[in-house]
């Protein structure tokens, strides 16, 4: 089953861009939301932000939390930056 991958980020954060350049050169199919695009699209993220306990942390240091990787509606999310784990659990 091809894994459903959604990327939140914007292009003016760097960790954002070097991440759509791991999944690009891996060939990872993703669809990729700005969230600064528009309103409803921060608030998408914002809802998974506020509520996710993998953003306790996030929250705490009072960052944005991007990029964020959220793969079949919710199965697992990452923060990570890339890596070969990460790709190798994408690509899995």
Known sequence: MRKKVFLFGNGNCPDCVAMKQ???????R?????????LGKLKMFLKYRDSLPEFAGVREAGSVGIPFLLVNDG?????EAPSAALIARLKG
């Open 75 to 79: 199965e697992w999310t990452s923060l």
């Open 30 to 38: 993703y669809s990729y939301i700005d969230i600064m695009d528009s």
């Open 22 to 28: 791991a999944l690009d050169a891996e060939e990872i």
